[in-house]
């Protein structure tokens, strides 16, 4: 079981490009798990605050500075990123509100490996992930709100009890189990990344299955928005952490902190307050940050650590 585990997190970016094409060909395939995806990310959650330490936490107080920096590049430049895309390329309202959630979104879970695998501060980057996800439930709907209002109703209060329920409640969970279940949660702790990345592929599974005549009709202009927000807010989250003078290893972290989203969750707030099609850009940012995550990763892994 731990060697398949290890074999599926190595191959998560073809894992990610199977499920998607077989969604689009036969939606049937992943339909059933369209109306799970609340309680599918729950799971992911819930895993992510089992593997939690609390070093993790001391560290967002033992540096203050860096993470603070970190989460202001998160939720600036991707929620303006994405207003400024949305605009200039004047996309329908339920693409551009969908385009936009990704962007007021937290971090997403596997900027940690990225940022592992490209030799950055993965202190850091834990710590970014931890604190926007703790700020979510008021930063994500308050942006959402203020940026997508123009384009689609947004509740405000909906969406942030939605955020507390599928990511606050899990993880606070996951680490209740873990302080009560020590031993047990010890010896499952290696499986736990087969079981987050089997319900993201389920997630993305079943977003993709009802949206899949939408995706081949605007697919391709919704991937190049997609692209662009990516790409931008790496280049964009390194200049950042270079302005204020950071080393490269947590200049590598913040970049990859700022250019991964929980695409999860804005595929889950997609589905729960908006429309299924609000949810088509959560699904294909899904599929594209594994591969721009991998890539990145890889090319940074080369610059040495000064």
Known sequence: MKKFSMFVSRNMAPLV???????????????????????????????????LKPEDFREIFRRPRDVLIGLL????????????????????????????????CPGGTASNVMTYLAKGDLALSV?????????????????????AGAWINVSFVGMMISI??????????????????????KRVTEILPLVSIIAILLI????????????????LIVMIVVVLHNLCGYGL?????????????????????????????????????????AAIPAAIFSVWHNISGSIAANYMSRQPNR
Request: some cysteine.
């Open 127 to 147: 710590s970014m992930s931890m604190a926007s996800t703790i700020f979510a439930p008021i930063v994500t709907p308050l942006l959402t709100w203020l940026l």
């Open 73 to 104: 590049a998160q939720f600036t430049i991707m929620p303006l990123l994405a207003f400024g895309l949305v605009k200039v390329f004047d996309l329908p309202a339920e693409i551009a509100a969908g385009v936009i959630l990704v962007g007021t």
């Open 237 to 277: 989250g390194y200049c950042a952490a270079k302005v204020f003078g950071m080393n490269t290893a947590k200049k590598k972290a913040i970049s990859i902190e700022v250019g991964m989203q929980n695409s999860g969750l804005a595929a889950s707030l997609a589905l729960t307050h908006f429309s299924a099609a």
């Open 17 to 51: 490009l199977i499920v998607t094409a077989v969604a689009l060909i036969l939606p049937a395939s992943f339909k059933w798990a369209t109306p799970h995806v609340s309680i599918l990310l729950g799971v992911v959650m819930f895993g992510m605050g089992m593997t």
């Open 204 to 219: 993305l599974g079943g977003v993709v299955s009802v949206n899949s005549e939408k995706i081949l009709q605007t697919g």
């Open 164 to 185: 507390v329920q599928v990511v606050v409640a899990p993880i606070v969970l996951g680490l209740l189990v873990k302080q009560l279940f020590a031993d047990f949660v």
